[in-house]
């Protein structure tokens, strides 16, 4: 393969990878910028937390602050699901089939785990959504974080599929590299929120 250059000579062009991870590809940069405005919105959702509590005699309102059992349960399963999905990330630029379709089943297992506590986290909060103002904003933050949690999931699921049923282009494997790196921004986007939640209803 070849193209023309400006002063008509032939480039050859047949070496360049067709397929490539990272900040070569613009998936990554779109996926950076998916960050960005999440993060934003997370931001917003904690700076609404500390206003309506800087207008709050007693915090929380009324109600006793969340469990910490299974918000602390929960921190430790995403931090353990950094292993797989590291290991994950990095089959998959080395072009390892096999180790793609180990490890992001591990990774799967392991998110699935963390939403079947997600749900006893939100029954242990202690407060429903429209009791109060508190109850609305602890709701979204947790609300938000799960959403992404669902859809990156979701995602993985379709690619573990993908990987055992075909076709599997190359592009694929930027696909799971990518992925994992927003897996990443879902795992420590968590850590701030998991302070807010349940430690700002107990700081003084």
């Not at 067709?18 to 590809?25: G, I, K, P």
């Not at 779109?30 to 919105?41: F, K, N, P, R, S």
């Not at 103002?133 to 602890?138: E, H, L, M, N, P």
């Amino acid at each position: 393969m070849s193209e023309v250059a400006r002063d008509g000579t032939a480039l050859d062009v047949s070496a360049l990878p067709t397929v490539v991870f990272s900040h070569r590809t613009m998936m990554w940069w779109g996926t950076l910028g998916l960050m960005a405005v999440e993060g934003t919105v997370f931001a917003l959702a904690v700076m609404t937390y500390f206003y309506l509590r800087s207008h709050a005699d007693n915090w929380p309102l009324g109600v006793k602050a969340p469990d910490l059992l299974w918000g602390t349960v929960n921190t430790v399963i995403m931090l353990v699901s950094l292993v797989p999905n590291h290991f994950t990330k990095k089959a998959a630029e080395r072009y390892d089939l096999a180790g793609v379709r180990l490890w992001l089943w591990v990774s799967i297992a392991v998110g699935v785990a963390f939403l079947g506590v997600r749900v006893l986290e939100f029954a242990s909060l202690n407060v429903r959504w429209d009791t109060n103002a508190y109850g609305s904003i602890v709701w979204m933050l947790l609300g938000l974080h799960t959403t992404h949690l669902v859809t990156d999931v979701f995602d993985s699921i379709v690619l573990g599929v993908l990987f055992f049923t075909g076709p599997l282009e190359g592009k694929r494997y930027t696909d799971v590299s990518e992925n994992a790196f927003y897996w990443y921004f879902v795992v420590f986007s968590w850590l701030p929120i998991y302070l807010v939640l349940y430690w700002g209803a107990r700081a003084t």
